[in-house]
């Protein structure tokens, strides 16, 4: 186990709505990275956050949006929720950046209808 | 476009035997790639890295040998187990100068362990 937990574990939503993702990250850690992971894919890189900052972004719309709190847990918005959107998300906590070992938490299964 | 692939989609290996998972990247400029173990409703597990002023890199039963000439990567299990039936991805970053770039993975590949 790697002490980063996510939550919820699965969740279903209909096209249009919103939805929040919470992930907390292992013990030590202050950066933590969002990931999108379609169904036979590899994950894709969202955004990560470092001192409550964005500090990186990947290929997503701005409808993807993030927070991290002062704890380094973070949330990941999505707004306006497209069938695509369906996928596994997962974050990732690291310490200082992106170039040191990130560890994943389980995932949250969000299923769009 | 990803810059990460994976030469074979499925690797079927006998109990016992090594496995040896082959990985290509395209960009030069990667100088940290990392090897994760996904298993069916979990989020990928970190097995092993390595940086590029490395060739080659050993821990528990795995090894991660890196051809920067090549752009190659490849991880070995000696001697697989049934606990090793997975997803394997190999993940690469670089340094843009522009914040973080995240991991970039490939597409993965199945092991799978025939008893």
């Known amino acids: 186990e790697t002490g980063v937990t996510q939550s919820p574990t699965h969740l279903i939503k209909t096209r249009g709505q919103q939805v929040t993702l919470r992930c907390s990250s292992q013990s030590g850690h202050n950066t933590v990275s969002w990931y999108q992971q379609a169904l036979g894919q590899g994950p894709q890189f969202i955004f990560q956050y470092y001192r409550e900052e964005e500090n990186g972004r990947g290929n997503f719309p701005p409808r993807f949006s993030g927070l991290q709190f002062p704890n ?10 497209e069938l695509d959107d369906s996928a596994l998300y997962l974050c990732a906590s690291s310490l200082v950046g992106d170039r040191e070992t990130q560890y994943f938490g389980p995932g949250t299964r969000l299923l769009v209808l | ?30 100088d940290y790639f990392i090897w994760y173990k996904q ?13 590029s002023n490395m060739d080659k890199r050993q821990g528990q039963r795995v090894t991660v040998l890196l051809n920067k000439t090549v752009k190659h990567l490849s991880l070995q299990i000696a001697a697989t187990q049934p606990g090793d039936s997975a997803v394997y991805f190999c993940a690469e970053s670089w340094y843009s100068g522009g914040g973080a770039d ?3 993975f490939g597409k993965g590949t199945h092991l799978i362990i025939q008893p």
């Open chain 1, 72 to 81: 380094y847990s973070s949330e990941l918005n999505v707004n306006a929720l």
């Open chain 2, 1 to 30: 476009g990803e810059s990460v692939g994976l030469h074979l989609p499925t690797l079927s290996v006998q109990e016992g035997d090594n496995s040896i998972i082959n990985c290509a990247y395209s960009n030069s400029a990667s």
């Open chain 2, 39 to 51: 298993e069916s409703g979990k989020g990928p597990q970190f097995i092993i890295d390595i940086r």
């Open chain 2, 102 to 104: 995240g991991l970039t």
